[in-house]
């Protein structure tokens, strides 16, 4: 997409004015269903049956990000408490001991107190450390997503302190972040999981690749971690880097079952059908929830398709 607009949706994106316009627009939701599972549990618990049932599997996100608040943090943590607790029944199935978990949850700290006040780090790591608690007890994965460069020191640390408890607990790095490479590198060890994607906040040249060099680093950083010895997370829907994912790890001697392909809910669903087809594990990020704003205008930001998806809506009403 062309720069200057991508810019424009990803500012529009982190808009409280134009999130409480958007909300009010009736014809909105027909198109954020695209991307998203529905407001309510029941409706991703559905949905994640479906797609259980295709041969992927699922990461669930809960809405929600950048509160300044502790009581809306506290009832996110909720919200995932409540989801685990209705997911326990699904993660059992198709399990191998060791194995990859077919079921995981999704987190933003940002969403669990992380920009509160004076304590903010304190807080969401509290926080995620009792939904990893209650996602150890559902059988349940969890990976804490990545937000934008200014939360990236605070987001690892607290991934490194709940590490300590939960060696399985995965983490977000976006290629498009100059230092993604070195963090590859630090976090490649045994056990470690980690989901690299590109990135989709929009951020200076000062800190991110920009252009073509971002898919140059993603390689890199993907070639870093299929010859580590943890397990990579292969989040992309771009053909070039799925193929890259797939090379390297055959050239690093991997199994099947030792890494995994990622790619968001409503987007290239035939491919990932396909993919699967293949004896691929694929996973489907799915997220539900009211606060869908910032969620589906990245997504806006993302492809010319998506945006005239809106625009196509928009005038169809
Ligand atoms: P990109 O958008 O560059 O597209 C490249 C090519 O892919 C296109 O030219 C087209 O061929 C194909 N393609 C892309 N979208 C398509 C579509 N809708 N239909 C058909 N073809 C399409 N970001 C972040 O900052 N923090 C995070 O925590 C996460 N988490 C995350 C989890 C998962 C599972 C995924 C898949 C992605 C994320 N992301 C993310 C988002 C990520 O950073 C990135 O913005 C999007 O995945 C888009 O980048 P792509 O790699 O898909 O390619």
């Not at 690892?156 to 300590?164: D, H, Y």
């Not at 087809?277 to 704003?293: A, N």
Request: proline letters at 4%; charged letters at 25%; a negative charge.
């Amino acid at each position: 997409m062309p720069s200057p607009l991508r810019t424009g949706l990803l500012a529009a994106a982190r808009s409280k004015r134009l999130e409480r316009m958007a909300s009010r627009l009736p014809l909105t939701r027909k198109v954020v269903d695209r991307f998203v599972a529905g407001e309510t549990e029941q409706q991703a618990l559905a949905t994640s049956r479906d797609i259980l049932d295709s041969g992927r599997f699922i990461t669930i996100d809960h809405l929600g990000e950048d509160t300044t608040n502790s009581s809306q943090a506290t009832a996110t943590v909720s919200a995932y408490l409540s989801l685990l607790s209705a997911l326990a029944p699904l993660a059992g199935r198709d399990t191998a001991a060791g194995g990859p978990r077919p079921v995981e949850v999704s987190l933003k700290l940002s969403a669990l107190g992380q920009f509160v006040a004076a304590d903010g780090d304190r807080i969401a790591l509290e926080n995620a450390h009792k939904i990893c608690t209650a996602a150890e007890e559902a059988g349940v994965w969890v990976t804490v997503d990545a937000e934008d460069h200014t939360t990236t020191d605070s987001t690892l640390s607290i991934v490194r302190e709940l590490r300590g408890d939960f060696p399985q607990l995965g983490t977000v790095l976006q290629a498009y972040l100059t230092r993604t490479e070195a963090d590859c590198a630090d976090l490649s060890g045994p056990g470690s999981r980690i989901r690299l994607c590109k990135g989709a906040y929009a951020e200076p040249a000062s800190v991110a690749h920009q252009g073509d060099a971002v898919d140059e680093a993603y390689v890199r950083c993907l070639r870093v971690l299929m010859n580590g010895r943890g397990y990579p997370m292969v989040a992309t829907h771009d053909p070039a880097m799925v193929e890259a994912g797939l090379r390297l790890a055959a050239e690093a001697g991997r199994g099947t079952d030792e890494y995994e392909l990622q790619m968001l809910y409503g987007i290239r669903d035939t491919e990932q059908l396909r993919l699967v087809g293949q004896q691929r594990q694929l996973r489907v990020y799915l997220p539900y929830g009211t606060e869908w704003y910032g969620y589906f205008m990245r997504r806006l930001a993302e492809k010319p398709a998506n945006l005239a998806l809106f625009l196509r809506a928009l005038t169809s009403q």
